[in-house]
């Protein structure tokens, strides 16, 4: 399919396909008379790119990490890796706050250990000192 048409099936405009194949990171085929033909694969490639991308990484990095032969994949995967376990820790332990303040007895959430561990200072490991596990059921 021309681009006009994947651009359509994906959400996305023109110009951002034209831009994704700039920086190599989805390459369609070209017809003998130049125009890019996408086929189901390159559509795949491309909702993985979208991901990708609302997980905050970058094109460079999306390029690195879809092809295997890229040197620094993985160093690029590794710290991604570590970057999404450091948010799902802040994550955790935002939750784990919201569940217990919702239904804290304190009038001050000062006055609360578990709600003034929430603002205990980080560590470069630890988002926190939430002591409580409480989840969200």
């Given at each position: 399919?021309?681009?006009?048409?994947?651009?359509?099936?994906?959400?996305?405009?023109?110009?951002?396909?034209?831009?994704?194949?700039?920086?190599?990171?989805?390459v369609p085929r070209?017809?003998?008379?130049?125009?890019?033909?996408?086929?189901?694969?390159?559509?795949?490639?491309?909702?993985?790119?979208?991901?990708?991308?609302?997980?905050?990484?970058?094109?460079?990095?999306?390029?690195?990490?879809?092809?295997?032969?890229?040197?620094?994949?993985?160093?690029?995967?590794?710290?991604?890796?570590?970057?999404?376990?450091?948010?799902?820790?802040?994550?955790?332990?935002?939750?784990?706050?919201?569940?217990?303040?919702?239904?804290?007895?304190?009038?001050?959430?000062?006055?609360?250990?578990?709600?003034?561990?929430?603002?205990?200072?980080?560590?470069?490991?630890?988002?926190?000192?939430?002591?409580?596990?409480?989840?969200?059921?």
């Open positions: 399919m021309r681009i006009g048409e994947a651009a359509t099936q994906l959400d996305v405009a023109t110009h951002v396909l034209r831009h994704w194949e700039d920086e190599g990171v989805v070209r017809t003998a008379s130049g125009h890019r033909e996408y086929d189901e694969e390159h559509l795949v490639r491309c909702r993985i790119v979208r991901s990708c991308q609302a997980a905050g990484l970058s094109l460079a990095e999306i390029r690195r990490v879809l092809h295997r032969g890229e040197p620094e994949r993985r160093a690029v995967i590794d710290e991604r890796l570590r970057a999404v376990r450091r948010q799902q820790a802040v994550l955790d332990a935002t939750e784990t706050f919201l569940v217990h303040v919702r239904e804290c007895r304190h009038g001050l959430v000062t006055r609360c250990a578990d709600c003034s561990a929430y603002a205990a200072p980080a560590s470069p490991t630890q988002p926190s000192r939430v002591r409580s596990s409480a989840r969200v059921e």
